[in-house]
Protein backbone atom coordinates (compact mmCIF):
# COMPACT_ATOMS: atom_id res chain seq x y z
CA UNK A 1 0.00 0.00 0.00
CA UNK A 2 1.55 3.32 -0.97
CA UNK A 3 0.63 6.59 1.07
CA UNK A 4 1.27 10.23 0.59
CA UNK A 5 3.51 9.83 3.32
CA UNK A 6 6.09 6.82 1.42
CA UNK A 7 7.08 9.98 -1.40
CA UNK A 8 9.12 12.29 1.91
CA UNK A 9 12.00 11.56 3.83
CA UNK A 10 10.79 10.11 7.70
CA UNK A 11 13.78 11.64 9.63
CA UNK A 12 12.70 15.22 9.27
CA UNK A 13 10.79 17.25 11.92
CA UNK A 14 9.99 20.17 9.64
CA UNK A 15 6.05 21.18 8.78
CA UNK A 16 7.28 20.70 5.46
CA UNK A 17 9.26 17.25 4.52
CA UNK A 18 11.80 17.27 2.15
CA UNK A 19 10.64 15.29 -0.72
CA UNK A 20 12.39 12.19 -1.55
CA UNK A 21 16.54 13.13 -3.75
CA UNK A 22 16.49 16.05 -1.13
CA UNK A 23 14.86 18.77 -3.71
CA UNK A 24 11.93 20.59 -1.87
CA UNK A 25 9.54 22.48 -4.09
CA UNK A 26 10.09 25.81 -3.10
CA UNK A 27 8.70 27.44 -6.37
CA UNK A 28 6.75 29.70 -4.93
CA UNK A 29 9.48 31.65 -3.24
CA UNK A 30 11.55 33.71 -5.12
CA UNK A 31 15.53 33.27 -5.32
CA UNK A 32 17.80 34.92 -2.74
CA UNK A 33 20.08 36.41 -5.39
CA UNK A 34 16.70 38.15 -6.94
CA UNK A 35 15.26 41.49 -5.12
CA UNK A 36 11.76 41.15 -3.45
CA UNK A 37 9.86 44.57 -5.13
CA UNK A 38 8.35 45.42 -2.05
CA UNK A 39 11.51 45.30 -0.06
CA UNK A 40 12.92 47.89 -2.90
CA UNK A 41 9.98 50.54 -3.34
CA UNK A 42 13.20 52.15 -6.24
CA UNK A 43 13.10 48.84 -8.30
CA UNK A 44 11.68 50.32 -11.42
CA UNK A 45 9.66 47.49 -13.81
CA UNK A 46 9.32 46.70 -17.40
CA UNK A 47 6.56 46.03 -19.92
CA UNK A 48 9.33 45.27 -22.33
CA UNK A 49 13.24 45.26 -23.48
CA UNK A 50 12.81 48.45 -25.08
CA UNK A 51 11.56 50.01 -21.76
CA UNK A 52 14.74 48.66 -20.01
CA UNK A 53 16.85 49.85 -23.06
CA UNK A 54 15.27 53.01 -23.47
CA UNK A 55 15.72 53.36 -19.24
CA UNK A 56 19.29 52.69 -19.08
CA UNK A 57 20.13 54.87 -21.90
CA UNK A 58 18.92 57.82 -19.66
CA UNK A 59 21.38 57.21 -17.22
CA UNK A 60 24.84 58.78 -17.15
CA UNK A 61 28.03 56.69 -15.34
CA UNK A 62 27.13 58.32 -11.93
CA UNK A 63 23.36 58.26 -12.08
CA UNK A 64 24.04 54.05 -13.03
CA UNK A 65 25.61 53.14 -10.22
CA UNK A 66 22.69 54.23 -7.75
CA UNK A 67 19.49 53.35 -10.52
CA UNK A 68 20.80 49.72 -11.19
CA UNK A 69 21.64 48.85 -7.32
CA UNK A 70 17.84 47.73 -6.43
CA UNK A 71 18.16 45.33 -9.58
CA UNK A 72 20.45 43.14 -7.91
CA UNK A 73 22.76 42.67 -11.44
CA UNK A 74 26.35 41.12 -10.89
CA UNK A 75 28.80 43.65 -12.30
CA UNK A 76 31.94 44.82 -11.56
CA UNK A 77 31.89 46.87 -8.33
CA UNK A 78 32.31 50.74 -9.08
CA UNK A 79 35.81 50.79 -7.12
CA UNK A 80 37.43 48.19 -9.89
CA UNK A 81 35.86 49.67 -12.65
CA UNK A 82 36.94 53.42 -10.94
CA UNK A 83 40.41 52.38 -10.89
CA UNK A 84 40.44 50.98 -14.65
CA UNK A 85 39.21 54.13 -15.52
CA UNK A 86 41.84 55.94 -13.34
CA UNK A 87 44.45 54.41 -14.51
CA UNK A 88 43.49 54.78 -18.73
CA UNK A 89 43.03 51.09 -19.32
CA UNK A 90 39.47 52.15 -20.54
CA UNK A 91 37.41 55.50 -20.83
CA UNK A 92 33.86 56.17 -18.81
CA UNK A 93 31.69 56.11 -21.75
CA UNK A 94 32.92 52.83 -23.18
CA UNK A 95 33.07 50.98 -19.50
CA UNK A 96 29.39 52.49 -19.28
CA UNK A 97 27.87 51.40 -22.86
CA UNK A 98 29.63 48.02 -21.68
CA UNK A 99 27.92 47.94 -17.99
CA UNK A 100 24.88 49.04 -19.41
CA UNK A 101 24.80 46.15 -22.10
CA UNK A 102 25.14 43.63 -18.90
CA UNK A 103 22.95 44.85 -16.94
CA UNK A 104 20.02 44.51 -19.16
CA UNK A 105 20.95 40.68 -20.50
CA UNK A 106 20.46 40.31 -16.92
CA UNK A 107 17.06 42.35 -15.80
CA UNK A 108 15.94 41.01 -19.42
CA UNK A 109 16.70 37.11 -18.54
CA UNK A 110 15.67 37.71 -15.16
CA UNK A 111 12.14 38.66 -15.71
CA UNK A 112 11.52 37.26 -19.20
CA UNK A 113 11.44 40.43 -21.02
CA UNK A 114 11.01 40.95 -24.72
CA UNK A 115 11.27 43.07 -27.66
CA UNK A 116 8.24 45.01 -27.84
CA UNK A 117 7.14 45.91 -31.72
CA UNK A 118 7.07 49.85 -32.10
CA UNK A 119 6.36 49.75 -36.14
CA UNK A 120 3.48 52.33 -36.09
CA UNK A 121 0.64 50.38 -37.96
CA UNK A 122 -0.21 51.81 -41.22
CA UNK A 123 -3.83 51.20 -42.42
CA UNK A 124 -3.69 50.04 -46.33
CA UNK A 125 -6.51 52.78 -47.70
Known amino acids: MHSDDDDFDAGSNDKNPTPRGGHSDNSDQQPKSEPHPEAL ?24 WKAIAPHAVSLPSKDEVDTMIARGAIDEETMLVSLRGLAERQIAERYNLQWEDRTPFLSAQ
Open 41 to 64: PDLITFDSLNDLEDWLETLDYAAF
